[in-house]
């Protein structure tokens, strides 16, 4: 059995993981490695997906800036790989302090950290047409205020393939629970890899216990945004096979879970969510869609798309598209958390069922060692008598369990008492029912 590295994952964090370049690539053939599982969709460049256009390979060959007074390096592409927005232009220009401010992307907050800068690869129109920088704000306003500096930026731009990472635990089923990632965001720990890591662990672990998982389970890592949108583009069968999907966003850091629920707030994947959290955490936080940090989960769970999508979180997190946002800050047991938090609403997702009653008149508990008597035990005879309501073949346990406020094992245990008496047939929670609203 394959196993996923934290190591190895964060291994990656410097390279050039772009919409399409050498980093990405390096990065889909190492979760290659992770599974048997897994395979690669290629998309090529100009492609016109739904609106969304595939760019370029886009490569950084040299990047310096050179105070001209002195005519010594102030920054390079070595000290940091967020000091050239990715899909800048080559240059080699002469600037004053002011036009160089022009350009660059500073943080008076964060005085000693370089900023991802994602506006020249998401914005098509200024794709490799601008040449955009990241300056510590300490550096920055140390510059000579009447000096000059040579910007020099090498890149290399040419026709290649964006790639989708996807691994499948059954291709025979068709329908689908989605474990989002993203590999993007270079420079950055938290963003973007430590969501891959995360559903990783997930997708594995759901590997090595085939007894306890009877769906598909689809993990995806592809570029933020354009990645999803080119995917469900590409695919648009899932549109009605997929349950949910599952986004991670600073699954690593050190602060609290923040679910962001989906855009509807109460399906069903947000009410298994929400049932295991109260009963395992006592500190957690919930944000409307489109109100956290909002990446994948809003493409597949768009009005038109309308697959039920969430993303456990954690926040605040100070560090977010900063240079700081490194294995510094980033712990292990939180993404472990995370891990065991999505695997443990999905194994709650297996054991859900539809109970459909097979009788008209309510049976003997008696006979089945159910009996509660009204006198002695009444409020355990009132829950019975909830449940034996409860069972019309519409509503699953897990949602029954929620709306009378009972233990999702106690009712569990009634039901599959009487599934083992043949009073009741579990019917299979199908992903029309997981887009009803609760």
């Known amino acids: 059995m394959f196993d996923i590295s934290a190591s190895e994952i964060f291994e990656l964090i410097d390279s050039n993981r772009t919409i399409v370049s050498s980093g990405s690539r390096e990065t889909v053939s190492k979760l290659l490695k992770f599974t048997e599982r ?32 002195s005519n010594k390096i102030i920054l390079s592409i070595e000290d940091s790989i967020l000091f050239i927005a990715p899909y800048s232009k080559s240059c080699d220009v002469i600037l004053s302090k002011m036009e160089l401010m022009d350009i660059t992307l500073s943080d008076p907050n964060n005085p000693n950290d370089f900023k991802y800068q994602h506006r020249l690869a998401y914005d098509s129109a200024r794709t490799l047409k601008e040449t955009l920088i990241s300056i510590p704000w300490k550096i920055l306003q140390g510059l000579d205020e009447n000096g000059k500096f040579q910007l020099v930026v090498k890149v290399k731009s040419e026709p290649g393939n964006m790639q989708i990472f996807q691994a499948a635990t059954n291709n025979e089923e068709k329908d689908k629970v989605f474990l989002l990632s993203h590999y993007c965001h270079s420079g950055q720990l938290n963003d973007g890899l430590a969501g891959v890591y995360v559903m990783g662990r997930v997708f594995l672990e759901i590997c090595k216990n085939p007894e306890k998982f009877n769906h598909n389970y689809v993990w995806l890592a592809f570029p933020e945004t354009i990645g999803s949108s080119v995917y469900i583009s590409n695919f648009p069968e899932i549109l009605d096979q997929a349950y949910f999907s599952i986004f991670s966003e600073m699954p690593g850091a050190k602060s609290s879970i923040r679910i962001t629920n989906s855009r509807r707030k109460s399906t069903y994947i947000d009410r298994l969510v929400k049932l295991v959290l109260e009963s395992r955490l006592k500190e957690f936080s919930f944000v409307d869609f489109k109100q956290g940090w909002g990446n994948d989960e809003m493409v597949f769970d768009a009005p038109l798309v309308g697959i039920p999508s969430i993303s456990i979180d954690r926040a605040p997190f100070n560090h977010y598209h900063l240079s700081s946002d490194t294995e510094l800050n980033f712990s292990i047991d939180s993404a472990e958390e995370v891990v065991n938090l999505i695997y443990e609403t999905l194994v709650l997702f297996e054991r859900d069922y539809i109970p459909c009653p097979n009788y008209f008149v309510p049976p003997q508990l008696s006979r089945l060692g159910l009996y509660k008597d009204w006198s002695n035990s009444r409020s355990a005879y009132i829950q019975n008598m909830n449940l034996l309501d409860a069972a019309t073949g519409q509503e699953s346990a897990v949602d029954i369990a929620i709306r009378l406020g009972l233990e999702i094992d106690k009712v569990f245990e009634f039901y599959d008492t009487l599934i083992k008496n043949g009073l009741v047939t579990p019917l299979k929670v199908d992903p029309r029912y997981a887009r009803r609203v609760g």
């Not at 492609?47 to 040299?62: A, C, H, R, T």
Request: net charge negative; charged share 20%; no cysteine.
């Open 38 to 69: 897994g395979k690669v969709l290629n998309f090529q460049s100009g492609l016109d997906s739904s609106n969304w256009l595939i760019p370029e390979n886009w490569e950084i060959l040299d990047a310096k800036l050179i105070d001209l007074s």
